[in-house]
């Protein structure tokens, strides 16, 4: 299947700073990408849809000016968590489609965020 | 806004035993997957099966999409089995592949 590669796989920061996850399709292009977020124990909740050469879209209740989405080509997306917050301390996972699969839905592998 | 649920939220087997997992959701879908998340939190993929019935091993689903509900078989449950089961859905409204996850189902197998 399609592979997504997600880095870092954990960071630590302190409070304040900024953070950039990358998520890099490997094996085809991806137009849309889409962020998550999972806290312990919960379900996955979509943070917002990240569009190729366009504006990202988010979900209701996520505040685009702290997570920051660039998708400037059609295989690599970032999320910046921008002064990060301890309750930003999260897990935070990317997913991306392979059109040629249909509209199957293929996943990173995640980032453990964890702000001192 | 749309309802996934799953049931139960929590499972507890011994090895061998079989299970059903059940996904019900409040919209018409055009897409159903079901997950496993590892204890590291991968999530891997198990099927893509927005209708029908699929099978892989010892893991089968069956999704209805007329009465808006899938099921996830595991037969012979080993303990390698254990982590969260997800289903997520991609809706016909939305227009397009974003998927909304459901409540999740936690798995523990015992020898």
């Known amino acids: 299947g399609a592979v997504v590669s997600q880095h870092p796989s954990r960071v630590i920061c302190k409070s304040g700073t900024s953070v950039k996850i990358e998520c890099r399709s490997l094996d085809f292009q991806a137009t849309t990408m889409f962020w998550y977020r999972q806290f312990p124990k919960q379900s996955l909740m979509l943070m917002a849809t990240s569009n190729e050469g366009s504006k990202a879209t988010y979900e209701q209740g996520v505040e685009k000016d702290k997570f920051l989405i660039n998708h400037a080509s059609l295989t690599l997306s970032t999320l910046t968590v921008t002064s990060a917050h301890p309750e930003d301390s999260s897990f935070y996972i990317c997913s991306a489609s392979d059109r040629k699969g249909g509209e199957k839905l293929f996943f990173g592998s995640g980032t453990q965020l964890s702000v001192l | 806004g749309i309802q996934v649920e799953q049931s139960p939220p929590d499972l507890i087997l011994q090895e061998g035993a079989n299970s059903t997992l059940r996904c019900n959701f409040s919209?018409?879908?055009?897409?159903l997957q079901w997950f496993h998340q590892n204890p590291w939190g991968q999530l891997i993929n198990l099927f893509y099966?927005?209708?029908g019935t699929k099978q892989n091993g010892r893991l089968s689903a069956t999704t209805v999409a007329t009465e808006r509900y899938s099921l996830l078989y595991i037969s012979s449950s080993q303990t390698t089995d254990s982590g969260v089961y997800f289903c997520a859905v991609g809706l016909i409204r939305y227009n397009t592949d974003k998927l909304i996850f459901g409540t999740g189902t936690r798995l523990q197998v015992f020898p």
């Open positions: 099966i927005p209708s």
């Open positions: 919209d018409s879908v055009n897409n």
